[in-house]
């Protein structure tokens, strides 16, 4: 866990590496320094495309790209992609599913002082509620790449969530990833926690505080959050009776709301879920947002207990 | 083809289009018929598309970027073999692929999915840019209403097709001065829109929708002009050629009853049969 990388800087990294292929087209709407398109620009020029502070219009010309058998990524802050050109996605992307990757930074609260305008908290909840669309919030570094990877060999529209806060790397190089399987990454018996993005690395701290204080916390890393995993979910409530969530997005309609669906119909348990209240942030340190708005590994734990009573009472 | 074959085949659009909204008692005739004449001159001389392969990815690309006028895109890929005649009538119908707005998944000869007012020109910007990088020479066309001007993200698209230098996109403007609200220039004026496009850094012409000799050059102009992308901004009438309709804003999304139906019809029928007469005497 000693590299500490940002998963916008592996998404402009893994651009430029898998850019090799052609048929990869690359814009930005004037980010392209904070999205790091900026490196597959400096390597493949002629397929970087700026459409300046214009994201309605750029969504549009990525759905006219990918009619053309292109494999456009358009990038931007989560707040403007999936925000600002939720209607441009829906309709011209979505609507004919075309082969659109919208490549969304500095999604969530730990944006940090940039403040609430840029803070991106309803972006999961927006890019769910669209038939077809696949989403994508790596954890680390690592998995980051691998969902870009993974994003070019899905033929269909993709929304990929990555982070401007450098986070601990979790994963090992000979991690796999595929889209619509969640991961456990540690064991547990007395109740799950499922985080998606970069409250995988707090769900693990949580873990280890639950461990010390005698209580067996599996952990699964879902980065898939459309479609999603029903197996492990369904799985971890007949296992374990108690779920957790925990991600970086308001508490309605994001990974809490996804894993409460497949739980309701199917295997319903005791629930709690982390997430920003439903109220827009602040600025801050993100280190200071997320002990204000309750996105820390004590309050993940206190929750696990929280659930573990509720089962057992 | 020459001019008079082109009129015989506006017509039929028109009638198509006058159909297809008769039969889902619903949908845009207005607009649809100030852009037949367009139309019949894009895919009967202009654009080169197959009809046997809608696919075929040298084609010339055509987005309407106003989706609501669908009956009169419609006509157009009936009379061009893209889809059968006898499925017109089912548009708007839950059984049918007739979509309300035209949907590149269902319809063959359908290049994009469009609808909302904005997107389907950016869209074309995307094609054209496409065939750019990669060196393909085939040409991209978008007709917008001009009630669509004033969507923001279709000046987003200006500085967009004119920076990059999209000189294989061609946008024509269905000048038919009213939206449903009105006359544009009370709803929420556009104009100039010439002055606008130039001011953008377009190459700018103005043609008459329903003359085909300006409305060829105006697309010769078009193809002729290296690094700018073209605007042609196509003077129409609103309902042309169904003398009820004509110039009337109330005829831009509603259909006509029965009995307006027959008038209607008849007058195509009686054009259609003068044209016709003309060609063979």
Known sequence: ?313 | MNNLDLKITACKIRKHALDAVHAAKSGHPGGSMSIADILALLYFEKMKVDASNPNWELRDRLVLSKGHCAPALYGALAEAGFIPKEDIKGFRNIRSYLQGHPDMKKVPGVDMSTGSLGQGVCAAAGMAIAAKLDRKNYRVYAILGDGELEEGQVWENAMFAAHHNLDNLTVIVDNNGLQIDGNIADVMSPLPIDKKYEAFNWNVVVADAHDFDSLRAALENAENCKGKPTAIIAKSVKGKDISFMENEAGWHGNAPNDEQYAIAAEELDKKLAELEARKNG
Do not use: W
Request: with cysteine; glycine share 8%; aromatic share 6%.
């Open chain 1, 1 to 313: 866990m000693a590299d500490k990388k940002a998963t916008r800087e592996a998404y402009g990294a893994a651009l430029a590496e898998f850019g090799v292929d052609e048929r990869i087209v690359v814009l930005d709407a004037d980010l392209s320094k904070s999205t790091k398109t900026d490196v597959f620009k400096k390597k493949f020029p002629e397929r970087f495309i700026n459409a300046g502070i214009a994201e309605a219009d750029m969504m549009c010309v990525a759905a006219g790209l990918a009619s053309c058998g292109k494999i456009p990524f358009a990038s931007s802050f989560a707040m403007f992609a999936a925000g600002r050109a939720f209607e441009q996605i829906r309709n011209s992307i979505c609507y004919p599913h075309l082969n659109v990757k919208i490549g969304a930074t500095h999604a969530g609260i730990s944006v940090g002082e940039d403040g609430a305008t840029h803070q991106c908290l309803e972006d999961i909840a927006l890019m769910r509620s669209l038939p077809g669309m696949v989403i994508l919030n790596p954890a680390d570094d690592v998995e980051a790449r691998l969902a870009v990877k993974a994003a070019i060999e899905h033929d269909g529209p993709c929304y990929l969530r990555f982070g401007r806060l450098a986070v601990d790397r979790i994963f090992d190089v000979d991690y796999k990833f595929e889209i619509g399987k969640g991961v456990e990454i540690k064991e547990g018996k007395d109740v799950t926690i499922i985080a998606t993005g970069l409250m995988v690395g707090f769900a693990l701290e949580a873990a280890k505080m639950l461990e010390e204080d005698g209580i067996s916390a599996r952990v699964v890393n879902m980065a898939t959050i459309k479609p999603i995993d029903r197996d492990i979910i369904i799985k971890a409530s007949k296992e374990t009776g108690a779920i957790v969530t925990a991600e970086e997005h308001n508490i309605i309609g994001g990974l809490g709301s996804a894993v409460a669906e497949v739980l309701c119909e199917s295997a319903p348990c005791v629930m709690k879920r982390i997430g920003t209240k439903d109220v827009f942030g602040r600025s801050g340190k993100p280190a200071e947002l997320f002990e204000e708005y309750g996105l820390t590994p004590a309050v993940i734990a206190k929750s696990a207990k929280q659930a573990i009573y509720e089962k057992e009472n």
